[in-house]
């Protein structure tokens, strides 16, 4: 399994660096859009939703929903899409100590899943046109990912040698505290070089060290709202896109969760 986890992440990635790097603003936000509504569509899956007409029906909405907000971005409505998406996320915070809670298969539940679906989509959404929009976007988008994906990476490996407390057990078993402790030491080691190569020094270096350890936090928050869905609806993926990782949400659950937190505090720090 590692070695289908490896090769698929090593197809992915150069995919993803040229996605960031490469195109301007107007080309990278509609791709991204596709990739936000394959998310979307498994998201319904796992809340519950069966009927297909309804899944699309509620895939065109988010379409019409990412076309007016690409249109409004330069608008007060990003800090405040923003401010939202981390609001959110501290909410979860507590859905995540309570997780029984939504697990039964009611109506309500239903909607209420779905209505949080948007929650964790549209401000990761804000937060990328934000980030890649803004002065040298392209390069703290990359930092962005990168501090997610080293924080991955960090937590698989910590947590595999030295993993012995654990995290969650009764939503994801296999997550540990010394995971989370690679995860934050990986992330600060990427934002203190990254920050250093786009000109970031002293304090504001520092700052961008903290906001990269808010930002891994968030990223396992992200991690474990899929792991607690996932569980709410007795699957062990939320698809099978991607051999050896599942799908799309599989690989973006932690993603959905840090852009927010990382858009906005970099905001804040203006950086």
């Known amino acids: 399994m590692l070695l289908q986890r490896t090769l698929t992440a090593l197809t992915l990635a150069?995919?993803?660096i040229l996605l960031i790097l490469w195109p301007p603003t107007w080309v990278f936000a509609p791709i991204v859009a596709a990739i936000f509504l394959v998310a979307v569509w498994e998201w319904t899956r796992l809340s519950g939703l069966q009927q297909t007409a309804a899944r699309v029906a509620l895939l065109a909405l988010a379409t019409v929903l990412f076309g007016l907000t690409w249109r409004l971005q330069n608008t007060a409505l990003s800090p405040l899409m923003l401010a939202i998406g981390v609001a959110w996320w501290l909410l979860v915070c507590l859905w995540l100590r309570h997780f029984a809670f939504g697990a039964a298969p009611t109506r309500e539940n239903l909607q209420l899943k779905l209505l949080a679906g948007a929650f964790v989509v549209f401000p990761a959404w804000i937060a990328a046109l934000a980030l890649h929009g803004g002065a040298q976007g392209h390069w703290w988008t990359f930092l962005a990912?990168?501090?997610i994906c080293a924080a991955d990476i960090g937590a698989y490996f910590s947590g595999r040698f030295f993993g012995r407390r654990k995290l969650a057990p009764t939503i994801s078993p296999g997550k540990t505290w010394a995971g989370v402790y690679g995860a934050f030491v990986a992330g600060a080691l990427v934002a203190v070089i990254g920050g250093w190569l786009l000109g970031v020094r002293g304090g504001p270096l520092f700052g961008l060290v903290l906001l990269s350890v808010v930002t891994v936090i968030a990223s396992v928050v992200g991690d474990l709202l899929e792991s607690l869905m996932k569980r709410h609806a007795a699957v062990k993926d939320s698809g099978n896109l991607f051999p050896g990782h599942g799908?799309?949400?599989?690989?973006?659950?932690?993603?959905?969760?840090?852009?927010?937190?990382?858009?906005?505090?970099k905001l804040l720090l203006g950086l």
């Open 14 to 16: 150069p995919l993803a």
């Open 247 to 265: 799908g799309l949400l599989d690989r973006m659950d932690s993603v959905f969760a840090a852009l927010p937190i990382f858009a906005a505090g």
């Open 145 to 147: 990912m990168l501090i």
